[in-house]
């Protein structure tokens, strides 16, 4: 069974600009959820998706959003970014009936 | 807003001994705590989790030891070796929601 797919894997902005990251979640799970790492503020929650509609959201600026698509893949934007927006950006797929989160790989932001 | 409070930050450990890791939460409603392991470069990796009716679980070399009174729950690894060595982080959540609270993380290191 596929893991947590997340895309790009790494990539570089500079200030100002926005980007998109995406997530395949683990066929049959319908909730997905991102996560900002940084080596400062730790693992922090930004929001929750479960089928198509955002569940939960954490302490984090309009600047971030989400969406989840019909097919539970999700995407996450960051707009106008700041210098403080680098991190490793994670994706965690959820099973329902456990409560387990399995996470992917990670995007790792660098913004210039 | 630290729900969770996680100790020690690091951790050096011989191969064959047996690292503990703590965790504290505050939040008398989160019923879900998992048990993640990251290394460098990876998302993290959920190793074990357990619910607030039982006291302990064991999985392979992994033991979750939990105290609901004193709302502390804590991690053993037996027989650690080297391939241990990575970062822990503790986690705690409540209901079907994914907004899970983590600890700030244990960097182990075991030395052959």
């Known amino acids: 069974k596929a893991g947590v797919t997340q895309t790009p894997r790494y990539l570089i902005k500079t200030r100002g600009q926005q980007v998109t990251l995406s997530c395949s979640p683990i066929s049959g799970h319908r909730s997905v959820s991102w996560y900002q790492q940084t080596p400062g503020q730790g693992l922090q929650f930004l929001f929750e998706y479960f089928s198509e509609t955002q569940r939960n959201k954490g302490n984090f600026p309009g600047r971030f959003s989400g969406r989840q698509f019909s097919n539970s893949r999700s995407e996450m934007n960051v707009s106008t970014l700041e210098l403080g927006d680098s991190a490793l950006y994670l994706c965690?797929?959820?099973?329902?009936?456990?409560?387990?989160?399995?996470f992917g790989e990670g995007s790792r932001l660098t913004v210039l | 807003q630290q729900q969770v409070k996680q100790s020690p930050q690091s951790l050096i450990v011989q191969k064959g001994g047996i690292p503990i890791i703590n965790c504290a939460y505050e939040?008398?409603?989160?019923?879900?705590f998992p048990w993640y392991q990251q290394f460098p470069g990876k998302g993290p990796a959920l190793l074990i989790a357990i619910r607030p009716d039982v006291s302990e679980k064991k999985e392979g070399r992994f033991t979750i030891s939990f105290n609901k009174s004193a709302k502390q729950f804590s991690l053993h690894i037996m027989d650690s070796q080297p391939g241990d060595s990575a970062t822990y982080f503790c986690?705690?959540?409540?209901?079907?929601?994914?907004?899970?609270?983590f600890g700030a993380g244990t960097r182990l290191t075991v030395k052959p």
């Open positions: 965690a797929s959820g099973r329902q009936d456990t409560g387990e989160l399995f």
């Open positions: 939040n008398t409603a989160f019923d879900y």
């Open positions: 986690a705690a959540k409540s209901g079907n929601n994914n907004d899970m609270r």
